[in-house]
C-alpha cells in the first residue's frame, strides 16, 4: 500500500495537498515526491474545507493540489470567488488534479488564479514530479516578482514622503538659496558635473550660490565576465519586456531564450534542468523539447544527467555553442558603441 504521510522537511515551501487528491493516487500507484526532488514539503490537508483555512492563514503555501472534475467542484469554485482573500494570491499555483477533458467552463474557473497547471490522470510518479517541479519555478519567479514589485512600491513612497519634506521647507526658506542647493542635490544625485545646470541658475545678489561638485571619478571598466553576464542579462530582459507591449504568443522564439538561458547559466556558474529550460523558453512543454533537441542536434547543447539524482537532466551548452554566443554578444556590443572584447578562441 503507497503511503501518503504528510512530509515537514522544511516549512517555508509548501505543497498543500486536497484530501480528496490521495485516493486517486492510490489508484494510479503514484508515490508522492520527496522535499529534496522538489523544494515543496508535501502537507496533506484534513479535509477539503481545511485548505480553504490554510491558504486563508500561510502566505508559504506554494502550491495546491486540488481534484476536480467540473467547474461544478465547491473547493475550486470557493478557491475561484475568494482569490483576492488569500495572502499568497501572487504567487499561489495551482494544480488541477482531474481524469476528464478541462471544459472551457472549467478553463475559465482556473483563470481566476495568477497561475495554474493540469495534471491529466492516469499519469506516473514521474509526472506528478515534473508538474510539481514546474510548478514550484513558476511560484519562485512570482514570488521574486512579488516582493520586487513591494520594493519599488516602497522606495516609490519614500521618495514621495521626501519630496514633500523639500516642498515644506522650500515654504519657510530663502527660495533662492534653497534652490541652489536642491540643484547641487540633484547634480550630485545624477552623476552630472552641474556646471550647466548651475549656468542656468546663476546667483543673484544676496544668494547663496551653491557648492562646485566635482566631476565623477571614471569607473573602472566591468571585468570580461562581469561584462558578458551585464549584455546577456540585458539581451534576456530586452526579449521579455516584449510582452508588455504586445499580445502573448506573437512573438515565439524558444531556441534563441534557450540559448540565452542558458549563456547566462554558464557565466554565472549555475546548471539548468530541462524542465526550467521549458519555463524559460516561454511555450508548452512538448515544443520546448523539440527545440531542445534540435539544438543537440546542431551541436550546441547537451544534456547531462544528475550524477545525484538520475531522473534529472541537465542541459549545457558546448564550448561551440558558448563560443557562437560570446562571439554574438560581442557583436551587440560593437552595435551598442561598446569596445569589443578580445577572447581566446579555438581555430
Same mark, same amino acid.
Given at each position: 500500500?503507497?503511503?501518503? %504521510?504528510?512530509?515537514?522537511?522544511?516549512?517555508?515551501?509548501?505543497?498543500?495537498?486536497?484530501?480528496?487528491?490521495?485516493?486517486?493516487?492510490?489508484?494510479?500507484?503514484?508515490?508522492?515526491?520527496? *522535499?529534496?526532488?522538489?523544494?515543496?514539503? /508535501?502537507?496533506?490537508?484534513?479535509?477539503?474545507?481545511?485548505?480553504?483555512?490554510?491558504?486563508?492563514?500561510?502566505?508559504?503555501?506554494?502550491?495546491?493540489?486540488?481534484?476536480?472534475?467540473?467547474?461544478?467542484?465547491? &473547493?475550486?469554485?470557493?478557491?475561484?470567488?475568494?482569490?483576492?482573500?488569500?495572502?499568497?494570491?501572487? /504567487?499561489?499555483?495551482?494544480?488541477?488534479?482531474?481524469?476528464?477533458?478541462?471544459?472551457?467552463?472549467?478553463?475559465?474557473?482556473?483563470?481566476?488564479?495568477?497561475?495554474?497547471?493540469?495534471?491529466?490522470?492516469?499519469?506516473?510518479?514521474?509526472?506528478?514530479?515534473?508538474?510539481?517541479?514546474?510548478?514550484?519555478?513558476?511560484?519562485?519567479?512570482?514570488?521574486?516578482?512579488?516582493?520586487?514589485?513591494?520594493?519599488?512600491?516602497?522606495?516609490?513612497?519614500?521618495?514621495?514622503?521626501?519630496?514633500? #519634506?523639500?516642498?515644506?521647507?522650500?515654504? #519657510?526658506?530663502?527660495?533662492?538659496?534653497?534652490?541652489?542647493? &536642491?540643484?547641487?542635490?540633484?547634480?550630485?544625485?545624477?552623476?552630472? %558635473?552641474?556646471?550647466?545646470?548651475?549656468?542656468? *541658475?546663476?546667483?543673484?545678489?544676496?544668494? =547663496?550660490?551653491?557648492?562646485? =561638485?566635482?566631476?565623477?571619478?571614471?569607473?573602472?571598466?566591468?571585468?570580461?565576465?562581469?561584462?558578458?553576464?551585464?549584455?546577456?542579462?540585458?539581451?534576456?530582459?530586452?526579449?521579455?519586456?516584449?510582452?508588455?507591449?504586445?499580445?502573448?504568443?506573437?512573438?515565439?522564439?524558444?531556441?534563441?531564450?534557450?540559448?540565452?538561458? &542558458?549563456?547566462?547559466?554558464?557565466?554565472?556558474?549555475?546548471? =539548468?534542468?530541462?524542465?526550467? &529550460?521549458?519555463?524559460?523558453?516561454?511555450?508548452?512543454?512538448?515544443?520546448?523539447?523539440?527545440?531542445?533537441?534540435?539544438? =543537440?542536434?546542431?551541436?550546441?547543447?547537451?544534456?547531462?544527467?544528475?550524477?545525484?539524482?538520475?531522473?534529472?537532466? *541537465?542541459?549545457?551548452?558546448?564550448?561551440?555553442?558558448?563560443?557562437?554566443?560570446?562571439?554574438?554578444?560581442?557583436?551587440?556590443?560593437?552595435?551598442?558603441?561598446?569596445?569589443?572584447?578580445?577572447?581566446?578562441?579555438?581555430?
Amino acid at each position: 500500500m503507497i503511503s501518503m %504521510t504528510p512530509n515537514h522537511e522544511s516549512a517555508a515551501f509548501v505543497s498543500l495537498v486536497d484530501s480528496d487528491c490521495p485516493p486517486l493516487f492510490r489508484q494510479a500507484d503514484i508515490v508522492p515526491p520527496s *522535499f529534496t526532488e522538489t523544494g515543496l514539503s /508535501w502537507q496533506l490537508a484534513p479535509s477539503r474545507g481545511a485548505v480553504k483555512d490554510r491558504l486563508m492563514k500561510d502566505e508559504n503555501v506554494r502550491v495546491a493540489l486540488i481534484a476536480a472534475e467540473t467547474e461544478e467542484d465547491p &473547493l475550486l469554485r470557493d478557491l475561484a470567488r475568494n482569490i483576492g482573500q488569500l495572502p499568497s494570491r501572487p /504567487w499561489l499555483h495551482i494544480v488541477l488534479v482531474t481524469s476528464s477533458r478541462v471544459s472551457p467552463p472549467l478553463l475559465a474557473l482556473l483563470r481566476h488564479f495568477a497561475s495554474w497547471s493540469v495534471l491529466l490522470l492516469p499519469c506516473s510518479s514521474e509526472d506528478l514530479r515534473d508538474t510539481l517541479i514546474e510548478a514550484a519555478d513558476k511560484s519562485a519567479e512570482r514570488h521574486r516578482l512579488a516582493m520586487l514589485s513591494t520594493a519599488i512600491r516602497e522606495e516609490a513612497e519614500d521618495l514621495l514622503v521626501r519630496t514633500r #519634506n523639500i516642498v515644506g521647507a522650500l515654504k #519657510n526658506a530663502n527660495t533662492p538659496e534653497a534652490l541652489g542647493n &536642491l540643484v547641487s542635490i540633484a547634480d550630485r544625485l545624477s552623476g552630472g %558635473t552641474g556646471a550647466g545646470t548651475q549656468a542656468r *541658475f546663476a546667483p543673484r545678489p544676496g544668494m =547663496v550660490a551653491p557648492e562646485p =561638485v566635482a566631476p565623477p571619478a571614471p569607473q573602472p571598466p566591468l571585468a570580461a565576465e562581469d561584462s558578458d553576464r551585464c549584455w546577456t542579462r540585458n539581451l534576456i530582459d530586452l526579449c521579455a519586456t516584449r510582452q508588455n507591449y504586445f499580445p502573448d504568443g506573437l512573438f515565439s522564439d524558444p531556441a534563441w531564450d534557450m540559448l540565452l538561458d &542558458l549563456t547566462y547559466a554558464r557565466l554565472t556558474g549555475k546548471r =539548468v534542468s530541462v524542465s526550467s &529550460l521549458c519555463i524559460a523558453s516561454r511555450v508548452p512543454a512538448t515544443t520546448a523539447l523539440r527545440r531542445i533537441s534540435d539544438l =543537440v542536434s546542431e551541436g550546441l547543447v547537451t544534456r547531462i544527467r544528475d550524477e545525484n539524482d538520475g531522473r534529472r537532466v *541537465f542541459v549545457d551548452l558546448t564550448d561551440d555553442g558558448f563560443s557562437r554566443m560570446t562571439a554574438y554578444i560581442d557583436n551587440v556590443r560593437c552595435a551598442f558603441g561598446a569596445e569589443p572584447r578580445l577572447r581566446m578562441r579555438k581555430a
